[in-house]
C-alpha cells in the first residue's frame, strides 16, 4: 500500500494543484466585475449596415445589424459595413490636394474615413470610438478589387495594421460566395478584439496557465 501511494504521489499532488487553480480561475472569472459600455452619442445614425452595392438580403441585413449592436455593447465600439459596386477615382482625386497623389487601393481607405465622419460615429462621442468597413466591389482601373477598415478612438489604438489586414483576409477569404457570412465574421472578429472581457479571460487564463505549470515543475523537482 505505501508503495502505490509512493508511486501516484507526484501525479496525485499535481493533480491537486490543478484543481485548486482551477477552481481558482473559475471563481475569480465569476466574480469579477465584467466591463459594460454607456453610449454617449446620439448625433449619429442608428443605421450600421448601407449596402449600396445591394450584395444582401433584407433578411441578412437584418441579422448582420442584430450582431453589430450585440458586439458594439459588447466591445464600446461602433461598428459600421457599407459595400459599393461603384468607381471611387474621381471621388479620391478630389482630396488629392489635400493628401497627395492616391494610388487605387487608397480609394475605398479614403471614402472609409470620409464617411465616419461625416456621419460622426463614434461610441462615446461623436468621431469617437468606432469602425467603418467599406467592402467596394468594382474593379478599378489597375484591376483590383478593394476594401477598407477604417478605425476611430481606442479602436485605432487597439487595431494595429497588421491586425486590420488580418481581420480581413480571414474574413474575406469566402465573400464573393457568401458575403453575408463573411461580413458577420468580420464583426466577430472585431468584437473579440476589442471586447476587454474577453482579453481579460485570455490573460487570466494565461497566467494560471503559467503558475501552475511552474508549481507543478517545482513539486516534480522537490520529489527527485
Same mark, same amino acid.
Given at each position: ?6 508511486? +501516484? &504521489? ?6 491537486? @494543484?490543478? =484543481? ?5 480561475? &473559475?471563481?475569480?472569472? *465569476? ?5 459594460? +459600455? ?8 442608428? !443605421?450600421? @449596415? ?5 450584395? =444582401?438580403?433584407?433578411? !441578412? ?28 477615382? *474621381?471621388?479620391? &482625386? ?16 479614403? +471614402? ?7 456621419? %460622426? ?10 469602425? @467603418? ?21 481606442? %479602436? ?31 464583426? !466577430? ?13 485570455? *490573460? ?6 503559467? =503558475?501552475?505549470?511552474?508549481? %507543478? ?8
Amino acid at each position: 500500500m505505501k508503495r502505490f501511494i509512493h508511486i +501516484f &504521489k507526484i501525479p496525485l499532488i499535481i493533480f491537486v @494543484v490543478f =484543481l485548486i487553480m482551477g477552481i481558482a480561475c &473559475k471563481v475569480i472569472a *465569476d466574480n469579477r466585475q465584467k466591463v459594460e +459600455f454607456v453610449r454617449n452619442n446620439s448625433t449619429c445614425p442608428l !443605421e450600421r @449596415v448601407f449596402d449600396y452595392a445591394d450584395v =444582401l438580403t433584407d433578411a !441578412e441585413e437584418e441579422e448582420l445589424r442584430k450582431k453589430i449592436s450585440e458586439a458594439e455593447q459588447l466591445c464600446g465600439t461602433d461598428i459600421v459595413i457599407v459595400t459599393l459596386n461603384q468607381s471611387l477615382k *474621381d471621388y479620391a &482625386k478630389s482630396f488629392e490636394g489635400r493628401l497627395g497623389y492616391l494610388q487605387p487601393y487608397q480609394y475605398t481607405m479614403v +471614402f472609409a474615413d470620409n464617411f465616419y465622419d461625416e456621419n %460622426a460615429f463614434g461610441f462615446d462621442m461623436p468621431h469617437g470610438d468606432g469602425v @467603418v468597413f467599406v467592402d467596394n466591389w468594382y474593379r478599378e482601373s489597375d484591376g483590383g478589387v478593394y476594401s477598407w477598415l477604417s478605425t476611430s478612438g481606442k %479602436a485605432g489604438n487597439q487595431i494595429t495594421t497588421r491586425d486590420s489586414e488580418n481581420m480581413l483576409d480571414r474574413a474575406l477569404d469566402y465573400v464573393d460566395e457568401n458575403p453575408a457570412c463573411a461580413y458577420g465574421y468580420l464583426v !466577430e472578429l472585431i468584437e473579440k478584439h476589442m471586447n476587454p472581457n474577453v482579453r481579460l479571460g485570455e *490573460d487570466l487564463g494565461g497566467g494560471i496557465s503559467v =503558475l501552475v505549470g511552474f508549481v %507543478a515543475g517545482l513539486i516534480f523537482f522537490f520529489f527527485h
